[in-house]
């Protein structure tokens, strides 16, 4: 793929929660209409890098290109509007609006590629169709669902604001099996209508299943980056980085 299809570049990340630095010089990019794991085990830095990459985290380091747009130092807001959606693994929706209510949370204006082709984009009507357990409960208030189901309002949420780029920290974290498959199927058809994902992961059967590309992370550096077939296939990599 030429340079034109990388959408997310980071070079040199490094972060800090206080005085402790958790990333160093992490080096990871993003091309259009792929789907990249971040890997590694508990407390390998997975959910920091992508709280650096969106701007959540006070103190920072290194370089961060969105769509040719400079991230480095940039807000949250900022990144939303440009294109870049995160879910969180808290999940964070609104207990006290309904379904619908927090979809139009999440709403941004309808995006075009560089060459002027109209980006994918987001109704409540596609989102149900993704996500059929969401369309049975249209009123229904985000207090009373169930984990899985927050955790499918939150990304339908995030794609109201018809990201280029998607965020996915530990989607398959806590989850019944059936919405893992679930959630699997939905990571696909995302990436069937053109949409990038960058998720980090511990499952390896399911990061498996939906991506096209690996990084490994052990102690907030990357130690490895291959195709998923090749990571896969890597029995010494995987039990040195992501066997517990």
């Known amino acids: 793929m030429s340079t034109s299809d990388i959408l997310l570049d980071a070079k040199g990340l490094a972060a800090w929660y206080g005085a402790a630095q958790i990333l160093y010089d992490v080096d990871l990019q993003v091309r259009r209409g792929e789907v990249v794991a971040l890997m590694g085990r508990n407390g390998a830095g997975k ?43 808290d999940r964070r929706v609104f207990t006290d609006l309904t379904v619908m209510e927090n979809l139009e949370v999440g709403r941004q204006r309808v995006r075009q590629w560089p060459d002027g082709t109209v980006a994918p984009h987001w109704t409540p009507e596609r989102l149900f169709e993704l996500f059929p357990n969401l369309g049975e409960m249209p009123q229904r208030p985000g207090g009373r669902m169930s984990g899985g189901e927050q955790q499918m309002l939150t990304v339908a949420r995030t794609l109201m604001g018809n990201p280029f780029l998607v965020l996915l920290d530990e989607p398959s974290e806590g989850v019944a099996p059936v ?63 992501l066997s517990v």
């Open 47 to 89: 959910s920091t890098t992508l709280k650096a990459l969106i701007g959540m985290l006070a103190r920072r380091r290194g370089q961060i290109t969105f769509m040719g747009h400079d991230l480095s130092h940039s807000e949250p807001h900022h990144a939303a509007r440009l294109g870049l959606g995160f879910v969180p693994e």
């Open 179 to 241: 919405i893992v498959e679930q959630m699997v199927q939905m990571i696909l058809a995302l990436k069937a209508q053109g949409v990038s994902i960058l998720l980090s992961e511990q499952n390896m059967h399911f990061a498996e299943l939906v991506s096209d590309r690996a990084y490994v992370l052990e102690k907030g550096q990357i130690r490895y980056q291959a195709s998923m077939q090749e990571l896969a296939a890597n029995e010494e990599v995987r039990r040195s980085y």
